[in-house]
């Protein structure tokens, strides 16, 4: 990948469309997460032209802690760090003549996660979600159960094997929800694959065609909001840390 940026958008105005527009709730999403640490990583692009003028760009890397859901049972009013997202959460600057990055520039490009394909349906013993086709499967098997047991007793047997089959039901969607593993097709693709969804199917394809996404886009999506491009929670808490850093002015 080329380090020199031509991208179309400030951060300050990216910023200002994502305020100003329906995705606005990125603003009170990115507080659901903890940043812990920003790694620097600097890259010199030289050119043959006029060697004397590098130009500098600064990636700044980052990942995040969740701080909703199942992650934060037992832990009222603590911010958690046990358990992390598995996307790296990447922005890439160039540095204005004076060595600074501005949030009036338009030479940057970022990305959260992985580049691999966002899976719609991970395994289903993976995710408590219990999938629609899954949940009809399991009420159609109980159902011929019933029916089968309605054919052969009555009176109390009746009753009390209806029940029994209930209740065999509902223990096997709870003890589903004990034992899977991540906790629905989000999760897993986070844990997994390293995948955000709300990156991968509404920013990246955007900031290809603008000039702004690190790495390249792996989603074939047809319905993309190309007119409202906006930033997600994670790049709103990664500039606004930067920003108290005082490494964006």
């Known amino acids: 990948m080329a380090n020199v940026i031509h991208g179309t958008f400030s951060l300050s105005q990216i910023l200002d469309m994502t305020y100003e527009s329906k995705y606005y709730n990125r603003f009170e999403y990115r507080k659901r997460d903890v940043i812990k640490k920003v790694t620097v990583i600097k890259e010199t692009t030289l050119h043959p032209d006029r060697p004397s003028e590098p130009t500098i760009t600064y990636i700044f890397c980052t990942f995040s802690y969740p701080q909703y859901g199942q992650y934060l049972k037992g832990r009222r009013g603590i911010k958690q760090r046990r ?19 501005s949030m009036h520039s ?60 209930k209740d065999n039901l509902n223990k096997k969607i709870k003890n589903h929800r004990v034992n899977a593993t991540y906790v629905d097709p989000s999760d897993w693709n986070s844990k997994v694959n390293g995948v955000n969804g709300d990156f991968a199917k509404r920013v990246a394809p955007v900031y290809q065609r603008y000039g702004h996404l690190y790495g390249r886009n792996v989603e074939e999506i047809a319905d993309v909001d190309y007119m409202h491009p906006f930033a997600c929670k994670h790049m709103i808490n990664l500039i606004d840390t930067l920003i108290k850093l005082r490494i964006l002015v």
Request: with cysteine.
């Open 83 to 101: 358990y992390r997202h598995q996307y790296d959460n990447i922005l890439s600057v160039d540095a204005d003549e004076d060595g600074k990055f």
């Open 106 to 165: 338009t030479k940057w490009r970022y990305r959260l996660g992985s580049q691999k394909k966002w899976v719609d349906k991970p395994p289903q013993s993976k995710v408590k979600t219990i999938y629609r086709e899954t949940m009809q499967t399991w009420k159609n098997e109980y159902n011929l159960k019933c029916e089968s047991i309605k054919k052969k007793y009555s009176g109390d047997a009746k009753t009390k094997l209806l029940k029994k089959e």
